[in-house]
């Protein structure tokens, strides 16, 4: 069985700086894309970062230049470090990851979510 735990969620003040923490666990062949998604009450999932395993990234035009994803294959972990956070970044944020099992199943796996909440 694979899980996606993360950490790091929680309040800050516009301007501040929060780090996501991802790690995937349990019978895992192989990951490929890792990536973070948000939501916020009454609005649609949407893609913020992800990273492939080779180190490819592509952002959502909204966090260009504050965000940075990054890769610990070696932990199967996925990072998000957000900067210049503002307002609008409030959300719940997922973790996402593409993973073969030792099923060998491939498909997409959903973290718990971690609440993220900036303030004004």
């Known amino acids: 069985q694979v899980q996606l735990v993360e950490s790091g969620g929680g309040l800050v003040q516009a301007g501040g700086s929060l780090r996501l923490s991802c790690a995937a666990s349990g019978s895992i062949l192989s990951i490929y894309a890792m990536g973070w998604y948000r939501q916020s009450p009454g609005k649609q999932r949407d893609l913020v970062a992800a990273?492939?395993?080779?180190?490819?990234?592509n952002y959502a035009d909204s966090v260009k230049g504050r965000f940075t994803i990054s890769r610990d294959n070696a932990k199967n972990t996925v990072y998000l470090q957000m900067n210049s956070l503002k307002p609008e970044d409030t959300a719940v944020y997922y973790c996402?990851?593409?993973?073969?099992?030792?099923?060998?199943?491939?498909?997409?796996?959903w973290g718990q979510g971690t609440q993220v909440t900036v303030s004004s």
């Open positions: 996402n990851a593409n993973i073969l099992a030792g099923t060998w199943t491939r498909r997409d796996y």
């Open positions: 990273a492939t395993s080779g180190g490819s990234a």
